[in-house]
Each structure stands twice: as C-alpha cells, then as structure tokens.
C-alpha cells in the first residue's frame, strides 16, 4: 500500500515538474520583435532602444520582418515614408520571453504584445 502511494506521488511529481518545465520555458528566451507593414507603400524602418539602434531596412508593402536581441529595455520603432514622412512609435518595454508587435499602416505605427492581439 505504501508502494503504491509512493508511485503515484512520483508520478504526479514528475508531471507537476514536466508541466512547470514546459510552461516557464518561454521566460527564458530572447525577447522577438515583429515588425508589420500594412501599409500599401515600402517603408524603412529603424528599432533603437537605450543607446542602441538596429536598421531594419526596407519592408515591402503588406510584409512583415522578424528578429530578436539579447537585451532589456523600451523599444521605439521610427518609420519613414517614400514621401519623406516620418513617424515613430511609442516605446514599449520588452524583457526574455515578451513578442512585441509593430504594426505600420499609412497613419503611423503602433506597438502593442501578441497577447494583446
């Protein structure tokens, strides 16, 4: 009897730790950016946070660009337009485990997280 007991409390030990592995798991990685274009027109984009900057480039219309850093802090998106508009984000902090989305329309560019969506 005390066998049995003692089985189940191992196997329930094990799934409790399984089920808490697969579940913090996501906390540990690279905070992932995505940067939406949904505007009918190339735009190019640049990400700077703290004292940092990273040149995304041209995104095409209707396209999107991925990417991550190893890093902690608020993130702006600037945006400019062919037509020599420019537009920039509000900051937006991201730590290990967060996707922050940036969505770029003709009116400007918005941030949010993907469980905001």
Do not use: C
């Amino acid at each position: 009897m005390i066998r049995r007991i003692f089985n189940i409390l191992t196997v329930a030990a094990v799934l409790f730790f399984g089920i808490l592995a697969i579940l913090a798991a996501p906390a540990f990685f690279d905070p992932a950016f995505v940067v939406v274009n949904n505007s009918r027109e190339p735009v190019f984009v640049v990400a700077k946070w703290r004292n940092d900057a990273k040149q995304i480039g041209n995104i095409g219309a209707m396209s999107s660009f991925e990417f991550s850093l190893d890093a902690e802090a608020a993130i702006q998106f600037r945006v400019s337009y062919p037509d020599g508009a420019t537009a920039e984000s509000k900051p937006i902090y991201f730590t290990r485990g967060t996707k922050v989305i940036a969505t770029i329309t003709s009116d400007g560019v918005t941030v949010g997280y993907d469980h905001e969506n």
